[in-house]
């Protein structure tokens, strides 16, 4: 059972293991601080100064970042209060779990835990001459939400807290490559887009994507929630393995024990 790492796999090793499985990690992705602190701080400034009119959480991630940046400033407690003061729109079910740990809720939040479903849902709500925060995923720009929200007449107002930062020595990441095409794993688990687009860009060097993507084929792929499949169906290769309704680790390994019949 192969899987990329992340902060959050941990865990999931650990479920794994418990329930008879032998995890095997390959380090991927890893997540930091953005190293460009200015941009992140003012934007807390506006949101503790009441100029934002909404706010967009993408990941829980995110969450946990901008409130260690305000507790090193001393304002934890004033994030807490600008967080309950606005409305709150919690992409999937990570940041509005963070929110539950702040003793607060998501005002609003999407059926499907993707950039579509966040648009259909917004797309409800009078979003014309708003300033909305958008805690994005990762540093990455969403330009399709962006234009949705200038569409509305919002005026999107993004913040990066954190960086997704290529971790791992390409020469691990090809010791992957080769139990995959060797048929040497029963699955392979991904819980983030990062890690999908860091493997293929790894086999990309080597001449092996191809390959990769024929082994990813081959063998049962599970994906922890619609964004990571979405990410794997790009490549040509849609997860047979993916919880359903709950996008979390633990829904994660029953479908894995029940695709796969089992870890004993």
């Known amino acids: 059972m192969a899987l990329p790492e992340s902060r959050e796999l941990d865990l999931l090793a650990r479920m794994l293991a418990?329930?008879?499985a032998e995890p095997v990690r390959c380090p991927l992705v890893s997540i930091r601080d953005n190293p460009d602190r200015e941009p992140v701080l003012d934007w807390l400034d506006r949101l503790l100064g009441g100029e934002l009119d909404h706010l967009v959480l993408f990941t829980g991630e995110g969450l946990r970042r901008l409130l260690a940046v305000a507790t090193e400033r001393g304002r934890q407690r004033e994030l807490v209060a600008a967080l309950a003061r606005i409305p709150v729109t919690a992409r999937g079910p990570k940041p509005a779990r963070e929110l539950r740990r702040l003793g607060l809720q998501p005002d609003h939040a999407p059926q499907e835990a993707t950039t579509g479903g966040l648009i259909h849902s917004l797309s409800a709500l009078g979003l014309n001459g708003r300033r909305v925060g958008v805690q994005l995923y990762g540093a990455e720009p969403n330009e399709p939400f962006m234009a949705f929200l200038r569409e509305a007449g919002a005026e999107p107002d993004p913040v990066a807290p954190y960086i997704y930062a290529s971790e791992a020595e390409n020469r691990r990441v090809a010791e992957l490559l080769d139990e995959l095409e060797g048929g040497q794993l029963?699955?392979?688990?991904?819980?983030?887009?990062?890690q999908v687009r860091r493997l293929f860009q790894v086999a990309g060097r080597v001449g092996r994507e191809e390959g990769l993507a024929a082994a990813?084929?081959?063998t049962p792929v599970a994906a922890v929630g619609p964004v990571v499949a979405e990410a794997l169906?790009?490549?040509?290769?849609?997860?047979?393995i993916t919880p359903q309704g709950s996008y979390f680790m633990k829904p994660l390994v029953r479908a894995l024990e029940s695709e796969l019949g089992g870890f004993g």
């Open 216 to 218: 990813l084929l081959e």
């Open 18 to 20: 418990d329930r008879g």
């Open 233 to 240: 169906s790009q490549r040509g290769v849609p997860p047979a």
């Open 186 to 194: 029963d699955s392979i688990a991904f819980t983030s887009r990062q």
